[in-house]
């Protein structure tokens, strides 16, 4: 049988993709209605598969060329791996050759297919829709009105033809008129009634957020001529453009994905076959698409080309834009693709904080898409106050990455949000679905974001991978650390760029983060287990190394420490990292990480977190592994027994088990206690004895430890000070005031002048002591230090009342309070006001006020230590009690006692903010 002739019609200079057969065909392919073939005396409806169908009606609509299988199983069975699709199309070709070529029919005479190719040959189908096409000007009687095409199949390269089908068969009976128009005037009146949209997906479910970036990005391709899309696979790029797609009121639509192509050799070749354009001759396919884009005013939105990155993609690019100045690019891609034009970042949904309540939590959109999703299985789903802090904790762990939240809200028929969450918290199991809305590229979290890292450069890889060792936001010069100083701006910039790092604003510095489901996908990621220990082997011991020269003060200037402020601040602010750092190191080496918190904790006692390491201290001390640091170990829990507010009798009765003949009475230990009980008012005690300190500070000098010998110095006059003996322990102040103005200890050298300041104020000296207690507060200012400002305040505030400056007094108590707020150090809080109400009582004779104040201290005491204030206390207040109902009736007194006790801290706070502007106490209304 002699092949059939075959012919096109032209448009323009295009070949339009279908082929008019003037010759006998074997074949007759119906694809109006439902599809069946005929010819050789039979008719054909019963098919292997619908994908056989498929593969047949998109071979006979594409006849002039050899189609690469690649581009076939991309084209028919985009949702599967690319191995599997070539098995599934060789399979659908061998039951389609059974059906049309039958013995009676020489092989080859339908079909030529080699191991690269397929092609339907030439001739040997006519079909339905090519005749329905070629008769744009005819009559369509004959053909059924309302006869779909291939109704039931959505794939994706039929869109081109079932837009120009319906075109015409809305065109053709719409008006008799419009039949007589000739062919270009139909299409241009087409066009202007509805700009095509080709390849474009119907919205099945409601679009979720991203209001902000489609205003953008609709505002830029208005304005310029190539737009690029990049973030991590799931975070929605399809789905936005697609949506920016379909609103797209005035131009043509064009939508190609090139998921899963492996090369630009079939660049031109996915376009083309997307709007319906080809060529007979395949080497002039990108002259005949480049003519085809350039009919008319489009946005060509190409889809998935992280794979295609590089010089060649760009210069395609560059190719495509130049053909036609009506033409514009909307991108998307996983990597920086080079190109130029603007760029956009897609970020992941905010995630609830929190203290945030239902109505707030309800807003985020993290939330909205977990419950819209998850109300498409299961319609009763909702947020309630019972499952509010579960939902909380699980939209944290999964980042606000989007299909992994899309994933896990189809979990919600089979689980509660608490299960999930202990699900996910406590394994490695993968989130997934085998739902039929999502393609074989997204049923799988750890899929996809195993194809996006794997997509990286090595060296951001390799940087991504130490990321994942750091905790909470990060800094780049603790990042930096990890690469021993070097250059990291380039991988960080390719992280940042492509949306696996965040940066985030935290006290005005930047840090950076690594969303959550990206850090629970990197820390169970197969392959990359050896480089994770190493990064966390590198990380513990840089850390382990700054705890310890947090005492030494050895210069770090890639961190940009100079100073102990400087260890401070960089070792608070990355607080999270070391906490979870020295808790892996702990179980392998306790006496090391005892060490290094001791080694910090000398000075590094005001930072919030004060209390984990008061309670990580207790429970070193009954390690039986930690018998050598015990005596350390007591010294720093009586620090923080004093910072925290807690009776030091706690801290006695926890070690009474592990007491030694080291902490007896004389020895270091227990002269720290003392002191700090000798504070607390818990119990008067005997001073440090002048011998024993000298020993003791012998013994550090002995071994080039100058801190501690200067530590045991300031504990020494520290407790003549407390206990107001008449030893003259200035000559020792100057002493060490003199060594350490030659050190760069500056927090240090800063006590040893507070040390100055307490020796002149209990000496009534207050001309000498008011001047180096303002200094110091000046420079706790400026270096941050929050426990310098608030008791050289303190001293001030006492040094003012002593001297009956009332006014300046109050101003001072109240000041000293509002820095204690400021620095959130509410058991602190208490003692400046404790001491305006001593003022206010004793010098003053304000005795309403003075007790209204007392309780004021003692809600502030309640609501940070739990308990009731210490006895030594109450017995004060019963003498303050005594004294004032001398003069003002007790039920008065009991009252104001109570009113002062209701207050709330914002209340209080209030309070002091309209002291310290000089305020009086008639003025406010209580």
Request: charged share 25%; proline share 4%; net charge negative.
């Amino acid at each position: 049988m002699a092949n059939a002739l075959s012919g096109a019609e032209s448009f323009g200079g295009v070949t339009f993709a279908f082929e008019i057969f003037k010759g006998m065909s074997v074949w007759r392919l119906q694809l109006l209605g439902e599809p069946k073939v005929s010819g050789l005396d039979q008719e054909i409806k019963r098919f292997e598969s619908r994908r056989a169908v498929a593969l047949l009606a998109y071979l006979v609509l594409h006849p002039n060329y050899a189609h690469p299988r690649e581009v076939l199983v991309d084209r028919i069975w985009p949702e599967v791996d690319p191995q599997v699709g070539r098995n599934r199309l060789k399979q659908a070709l061998a039951s389609l050759r059974r059906l049309l070529e039958p013995p009676i029919l020489a092989p080859g005479t339908v079909f030529i297919a080699d191991k690269q190719s397929v092609q339907i040959r030439p001739g040997s189908f006519s079909c339905d829709l090519i005749e329905v096409l070629e008769s744009l000007g005819a009559s369509l009687e004959e053909w059924q009105r309302d006869a779909d095409l291939l109704p039931g199949y959505y794939d994706e390269w039929l869109d081109g033809f079932r837009t120009r089908y319906d075109a015409i068969r809305f065109s053709v009976f719409e008006s008799s008129e419009e039949q007589d128009l000739p062919q270009t005037a139909r299409e241009a009146q087409l066009r202007t009634r509805l700009p095509e949209k080709i390849g474009l997906q119907p919205e099945i479910r409601s679009f979720i957020g991203r209001d902000k970036e489609i205003e953008e990005v609709v505002s830029l391709t208005r304005s310029d001529r190539i737009i690029t899309l990049i973030g991590i696979g799931g975070i929605g790029k399809t789905s936005l453009v697609n949506r920016i797609g379909l609103i797209e009121p005035d131009r043509r639509v064009i939508f190609v994905s090139f998921a899963g192509t492996p090369d630009l050799s079939v660049f031109f070749h996915l376009i083309g076959q997307r709007i319906g354009v080809t060529s007979q001759d395949s080497n002039r396919v990108e002259e005949v698409v480049l003519q085809a884009l350039a009919l008319e005013p489009t946005l060509l939105i190409l889809d998935n080309l992280e794979q295609l990155a590089g010089p060649s993609l760009q210069s395609v690019l560059r190719d495509l834009l130049a053909a036609s100045e009506h033409l514009d690019l909307l991108l998307t891609s996983r990597v920086d693709l080079g190109i130029g034009g603007s760029t956009r970042n897609l970020s992941f949904f905010p995630v609830p904080e929190e203290f945030q309540e239902i109505e707030a939590v309800s807003q985020l959109e993290s939330t909205r898409l977990f419950v819209e999703r998850a109300r498409k299985s299961r319609a009763d789903f909702q947020i309630t106050p019972r499952n509010l802090g579960a939902m909380k904790s699980l939209l944290k762990l999964l980042g606000g990455h989007p299909l992994a939240i899309e994933l896990c809200a189809s979990w919600v028929p089979m689980f509660s949000v608490s299960e999930i969450l202990s699900r996910l918290s406590e394994s490695k199991l993968v989130l997934s679905s085998k739902s039929t809305q999502y393609d074989l590229r997204h049923s799988s979290l750890d899929q996809v974001l195993a194809t996006s890292f794997e997509l990286l450069n090595p060296g951001a890889k390799d940087l991504l991978i130490k990321a994942a060792v750091l905790r909470g936001d990060f800094s780049y010069e603790l990042l930096n650390l990890l690469e021993d100083g070097g250059e990291i701006i380039d991988s960080l910039s390719e992280l940042i760029f492509s949306g696996y790092i965040h940066t985030v604003e935290v006290a005005g510095d930047t840090k950076y983060r690594i969303p959550q489901a990206l850090l629970r996908f990197l820390n169970h990621y197969e392959g990359i287990d050896e480089e994770l220990k190493a990064a966390e082997q590198k990380l513990d011991e840089a850390l382990l190394s700054l705890l310890r020269d947090s005492r030494s003060m050895k210069v770090q200037p890639l961190l940009g420490i100079q100073d102990q402020t400087g260890y401070m601040t960089f070792l608070q602010s990355e607080w999270e990292t070391v906490w979870n750092s020295m808790q892996r190191m702990r179980g392998k080496d306790p006496s090391r990480v005892t060490k290094a918190w001791l080694d910090c904790l000398w000075y590094w006692i005001v930072i919030p977190e004060s209390q984990l390491i008061y309670h990580e201290l207790l429970e070193m001390s009954n390690d039986s592994r930690l018998d050598a640091e015990l005596l350390p170990i007591c010294e720093s829990l009586g620090l923080l027994s004093y910072k925290l507010g807690h009776h030091l009798t706690y801290v006695l009765e926890q070690l009474e088990l592990k007491t030694t003949k080291e902490f007896q009475e004389g020895s270091l230990a227990w002269a720290e206690c003392s002191i700090i009980r000798a504070r607390f008012n818990i119990k008067l005690v005997r001073r440090l004895d002048k011998e024993f300190a000298e020993k003791v500070a012998a013994y550090w000098a002995a071994e080039g430890d100058t801190f501690r010998k200067i530590f045991i110095h300031r504990m020494y006059v520290t407790s003549v000070l407390v206990f107001n003996t008449t030893d003259d322990v200035l000559p020792l102040i100057d002493l060490y005031f003199t060594e350490l103005s030659k050190s760069n200890w500056n927090l240090l050298f800063q006590l040893t002048k507070f040390d100055r300041g307490q020796y002149f104020f209990y000496k009534g000296d207050y001309k000498k002591s008011t001047p180096i207690f303002e200094s110091i507060v000046e420079w706790g200012e400026k270096h941050s230090n929050p426990r310098l400002i608030c008791l050289s305040s303190s001293f001030l505030a006492s040094s003012a009342s002593v001297q009956k400056r009332w006014t300046e007094a109050v101003i001072l108590f109240a000041r000293t309070g509002l820095f204690y707020v400021e620095f959130n150090d509410i058991v602190a809080l208490s003692f400046p006001i404790w001491n305006l109400a001593d003022h206010l009582i004793n010098q003053e004779e304000q005795y309403l006020w003075g007790m209204r104040v007392a309780g004021c201290s003692a809600k502030v005491w309640r609501h940070a230590v739990g308990t009731d204030l210490p006895e030594e206390d109450q017995q004060l207040m019963r003498e303050w009690m005594k004294v004032a109902e001398q003069s003002v009736p007790r039920d008065q007194l009991e009252a104001a006692l109570q009113l002062g006790s209701s207050m709330s801290l914002a209340e209080i706070t209030d309070l002091l903010i309209h002291l310290d502007a000089g305020g009086r106490f008639e003025a406010l209304n209580w």
